[in-house]
T-cell receptor, first 112, second 109 residues
Framework: NAGVTQTPKFQVLKTGQSMTLQCAQD?????MYWYRQDPGMGLRLIYY???????DKGEVPNGYNVSRLNKREFSLRLESAAPSQTSVYFC???????????FGQGTRLTVV | KQEVTQIPAALSVPEGENLVLNCSFT??????LQWFRQDPGKGLTSLLL?????REQTSGRLNASLDKSSGRSTLYIAASQPGDSATYLC????????FGAGTTVTVRA
């Protein structure tokens, strides 16, 4: 039972490069989320998708775009990476917004 | 916007002591509250989920209470062990999880 799977686990980008973080869940959940975690701070919500075909901005959406490709997959794209986007990114899913959430193992992104 | 505060920020105790971790949140209109554990460099592991209608939830040595009206939750860990060393995060859920900075626990053998 894989749960929530994120790829890649580590990535180094140069300023201005683009990349897509992938997330897939095998629990048939409707809701999916992208968070970032910075040292000394709690996780902050970037974007979420309450159901397939819908996406909404969270607390810190600037510089990011998302795609809910299907019910299983929710990707996060950085169009032009900046050093301020150096962080650990977590994907999560839940059956719906009011139920228990499960997290992936994270992607450590460094922008130089 | 939901604001979450966890006190203390760090805690160091000898093995065998009971742990008390506090969480406060500003918006009481929540569906539930989750407690997570995070080991260094790892993802979040769900420990307990308390529904808004519940006062407490127990799992093994862990017990979490919830006072929704006052915006508070407490995680109790009985008879701590070195393996309990980790960062503990609480997350009230108002259709999206909000997080505090966590409490980092060190249990000394």
């Amino acid at each position: 039972n894989a749960g929530v799977t994120q790829t890649p686990k580590f990535q180094v980008l140069k300023t201005g490069q683009s990349m897509t973080l992938q997330c897939a869940q095998d629990m048939n959940h409707n809701s999916m989320y992208w968070y970032r975690q910075d040292p000394g701070m709690g996780l902050r919500l970037i974007y979420y998708s309450a159901s397939e075909g819908t996406t909404d901005k969270g607390e810190v959406p600037n510089g990011y775009n998302v795609s809910r490709l299907n019910k299983r997959e929710f990707s996060l794209r950085l169009e032009s990476a900046a050093p301020s986007q150096t962080s650990v990114y977590f994907c999560a899913s839940s059956e719906k917004g009011s139920t228990e959430a499960f997290f992936g193992q994270g992607t450590r992104l460094t922008v130089v | 916007k939901q604001e979450v505060t966890q006190i203390p920020a760090a805690l160091s105790v000898p093995e065998g002591e009971n742990l008390v971790l506090n969480c406060s949140f500003t918006d009481s209109a929540i569906y539930n509250l989750q407690w997570f554990r995070q080991d260094p460099g790892k993802g979040l592991t769900s420990l307990l989920l308390i529904q808004s209608s519940q006062r407490e939830q127990t799992s093994g040595r862990l017990n979490a209470s919830l006072d929704k009206s006052s915006g508070r939750s407490t995680l109790y860990i009985a008879a701590s062990q070195p393996g309990d060393s980790a960062t503990y995060l609480c997350a009230p859920n108002d259709y999206k999880l909000s997080f505090g900075a966590g409490t980092t626990v060190t249990v000394r053998a």
